[in-house]
């Protein structure tokens, strides 16, 4: 009696632990379900992972690789048979049906011309091969005034929903393309101040090198060799054509030389101080980033100053960011007009503090431009501050 008793507490135990156990589970499993949101909350999402998944195929405009991959997950959004998309010369992606692909083209070039959605039903409109496919939506793909492309759907039936869903698509790969073509005017401003860069260093400084390389010709032939060498390794990193981003250890060297050949034009008057963390050495920074600032001490703090001049350097980790300072104790810049000539309301002089200042905020952001204390007699401190980790950019 006694084991049965106990047998029956046992399985009674079980039981109820067996329970407890299901119920927990439900309770989790209903406390899920209600963190994924109701139907339409669910449908938002996937229409908003379905248009990012797109969006990344379509960064650099209408190419034919880029809309193949994103017409694969756009068809999906209008739930057509066939979905295309075309520029103003042919069809660059063909998503759905069977076969070969027809020719759409003459029906592409009338929305093309019109800037219209069109509709196009029946055999009247459509030539054989496409009535197989049913009808067809298209609307224009625009780009500030211009009709650039289309996109397009085919189903049984072409009802008004379709319609406005293929707009709204139409609109949405608009934007893409806008802001692919913004990205590319860009990149174009950037090498375009790139090569200003350039250019400002080129009339100035390499007169001043080669008037002081010809005065050691005679009075030191060793010194002006070898100055020349300087030059010549200066000018070929100045000047290369390939990459957009260099080191800090590459930058430097490149200042080191600038200097070399400045000293030999101020002598004693020039004199450096450099403080240079190892851990930023390979931080990865836009070309020609630090020495417009090292020139823009050198030229208009102390070429004006009488007497001898101090050019300090520093760069060292602050954190996920690599710092470096420029600071001389030349004559210094009314803030007024540095303003005016970082804002691009000012030309002439400075300028090379405009375009580093531009570039560093396209590449990193607003929050990444140039900070600059100065002010009239009181010399002038530049900070740059980039981040030390940037996967994107390439040396």
Same mark, same amino acid.
């Given at each position: 009696? @006694?084991?049965? %008793?106990?047998?029956?507490? /046992? #399985?009674? *135990?079980? !039981?109820?632990?067996?329970?407890? &156990? $299901?119920?927990?589970?439900?309770?989790?499993?209903?406390?899920?379900?209600?963190?994924?949101?109701?139907?339409?909350?669910?449908?938002?999402?996937?229409?908003?992972?379905?248009?990012?998944?797109?969006?990344?195929?379509?960064?650099?405009?209408?190419?034919?690789?880029?809309?193949?991959?994103?017409?694969?997950?756009?068809?999906?959004?209008?739930?057509?048979?066939?979905?295309?998309?075309?520029?103003?010369?042919?069809?660059?992606?063909?998503?759905?049906?069977?076969?070969?692909?027809?020719?759409?083209?003459?029906?592409?070039?009338?929305?093309?011309?019109?800037?219209?959605?069109?509709?196009?039903?029946?055999?009247?409109?459509?030539? @054989?091969?496409? %009535?197989?496919?049913?009808? /067809? #939506?298209? *609307?224009? !793909?625009?780009?500030?005034?211009? &009709? $650039?492309?289309?996109?397009?759907?085919?189903?049984?039936?072409?009802?008004?929903?379709?319609?406005?869903?293929?707009?709204?698509?139409?609109?949405?790969?608009?934007?893409?393309?806008?802001?692919?073509?913004?990205?590319?005017?860009?990149?174009?401003?950037?090498?375009?101040?790139?090569?200003?860069?350039?250019?400002?260093?080129?009339?100035?400084?390499?007169?001043?090198?080669?008037?002081?390389?010809?005065?050691?010709?005679?009075?030191?032939?060793?010194?002006?060799?070898?100055?020349?060498?300087?030059?010549?390794?200066?000018?070929?990193?100045?000047?290369?054509?390939?990459?957009?981003?260099?080191?800090?250890?590459?930058?430097?060297?490149?200042?080191?030389?600038?200097?070399?050949?400045?000293?030999?034009?101020?002598?004693?008057?020039?004199?450096?101080?450099?403080?240079?963390?190892?851990?930023?050495?390979?931080?990865?920074?836009?070309?020609?980033?630090?020495?417009?600032?090292?020139?823009?001490?050198?030229?208009?703090?102390?070429?004006?100053?009488?007497?001898?001049?101090?050019?300090?350097?520093?760069?060292?980790?602050?954190?996920?960011?690599?710092?470096?300072?420029?600071?001389?104790?030349?004559?210094?810049?009314?803030?007024?007009?540095?303003?005016?000539?970082?804002?691009?309301?000012?030309?002439?002089?400075?300028?090379?503090?405009?375009?580093?200042?531009?570039?560093?905020?396209?590449?990193?952001?607003?929050?990444?431009?140039?900070?600059?204390?100065?002010?009239?007699?009181?010399?002038?401190?530049?900070?740059?501050?980039?981040?030390?980790?940037?996967?994107?950019?390439?040396?």
């Amino acid at each position: 009696m @006694v084991s049965a %008793a106990v047998d029956t507490a /046992l #399985v009674f *135990s079980v !039981v109820v632990i067996t329970l407890a &156990v $299901v119920a927990s589970l439900g309770f989790r499993l209903s406390r899920s379900s209600r963190d994924l949101g109701s139907d339409a909350d669910r449908a938002t999402y996937a229409t908003l992972h379905t248009a990012a998944l797109a969006s990344e195929h379509l960064r650099e405009g209408l190419t034919p690789a880029g809309a193949r991959k994103a017409s694969r997950h756009l068809r999906g959004l209008l739930r057509c048979d066939v979905l295309l998309i075309s520029d103003d010369a042919g069809v660059l992606a063909w998503e759905g049906g069977r076969g070969a692909q027809p020719d759409v083209m003459a029906l592409v070039q009338q929305v093309l011309e019109s800037g219209r959605t069109q509709i196009f039903r029946g055999q009247t409109v459509l030539d @054989v091969d496409l %009535a197989e496919l049913g009808e /067809l #939506v298209l *609307s224009p !793909v625009r780009v500030e005034n211009r &009709v $650039v492309g289309t996109v397009g759907a085919f189903a049984g039936v072409v009802n008004a929903g379709l319609v406005r869903a293929t707009n709204e698509l139409a609109g949405w790969v608009s934007t893409q393309v806008q802001l692919a073509e913004l990205d590319s005017s860009r990149r174009l401003l950037a090498e375009a101040e790139l090569r200003a860069l350039r250019a400002q260093i080129s009339p100035h400084f390499i007169y001043n090198s080669l008037n002081a390389i010809a005065s050691f010709i005679n009075t030191d032939p060793q010194r002006a060799r070898e100055l020349v060498v300087e030059f010549a390794d200066f000018t070929r990193y100045s000047f290369r054509r390939h990459g957009d981003f260099t080191t800090v250890a590459e930058e430097l060297l490149s200042i080191d030389r600038y200097l070399l050949l400045e000293r030999a034009r101020f002598g004693d008057r020039l004199r450096v101080s450099l403080n240079v963390g190892p851990e930023v050495l390979s931080t990865v920074i836009p070309f020609l980033s630090l020495q417009p600032l090292v020139e823009n001490a050198v030229r208009h703090g102390l070429d004006s100053k009488d007497g001898i001049g101090n050019i300090t350097i520093t760069a060292h980790d602050v954190g996920p960011y690599a710092e470096v300072t420029i600071e001389d104790d030349g004559v210094g810049i009314d803030p007024e007009h540095l303003r005016s000539v970082l804002a691009g309301h000012t030309e002439g002089v400075h300028v090379g503090l405009r375009n580093v200042d531009s570039r560093l905020r396209q590449v990193y952001g607003d929050d990444h431009g140039l900070v600059i204390d100065t002010a009239p007699g009181a010399g002038t401190l530049i900070t740059m501050r980039v981040p030390k980790s940037q996967p994107g950019h390439r040396v």
